[in-house]
């Protein structure tokens, strides 16, 4: 499978796995039944580009998603995978990254938060992390904005390319 991390990141401790087995399956299962309390319908197509990032050890391009869709190794339709990745977002299950263009399935609680990332730019991990505020809110509210999200992403070395 493909993903972003960088060739040239030598650093071996800075592996970000993806769930796998149990901890894979437990997440899946936690999202079926945040689908049902919201009264959505968790499709195939859902689930598995949900599974896909959840595997993934870094962040997963749209074209990565269509080509690793299929199990057994046929590419899905691009419709299929974008129609799957907008409902992802919306109910919170996954973010997109504006800056690699590319979608980290959400690792915390809750729908509708503002989503912040460290991103590391030697190995190409992204962390998400809970912003203590919301850079940007209270200056949108000023301007007569109603803001639905706002996506903050900090760059930098993670603590593992910080060692040479
Ligand atoms: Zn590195
Ligand atoms: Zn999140
Ligand atoms: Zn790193």
Redesign the pocket.
């Known amino acids: 499978m493909t993903d972003m991390h960088?060739p040239?990141?030598?650093?071996d401790d800075?592996a970000h796995h993806g769930l796998k087995g149990q901890a894979l399956r437990r997440a899946l299962g936690e999202a079926q039944t945040r689908c049902l309390t919201s009264r959505e319908r968790l499709t195939e197509p859902r689930r598995r580009v949900l599974e896909l990032l959840l595997e993934a050890d870094g962040p997963m391009k749209a074209y990565d998603l269509i080509a690793a869709f299929g199990e057994g190794g046929a590419p899905a339709k691009p419709p299929t995978v974008y129609r799957a990745l907008e409902f992802l977002e919306r109910l919170g299950f996954a973010h997109r990254i504006e800056s690699l263009n590319a979608f980290v399935p959400c690792r915390l609680d809750g729908e509708g938060h503002s989503a912040a990332f460290l991103i590391?730019h030697?190995?190409g991990a992204a962390e998400e992390f809970e912003p203590d505020f919301t850079p940007g809110r209270a200056a949108a509210a000023a301007k007569g904005y109603a803001v639905s999200s706002v996506t903050l992403e900090a760059r930098g070395?993670?603590p593992?390319?910080q060692a040479d």
Do not use: G, M, N, R
């Open positions: 960088s040239d990141c030598h650093h800075a590391c030697c190995c070395l993670c593992a390319c």
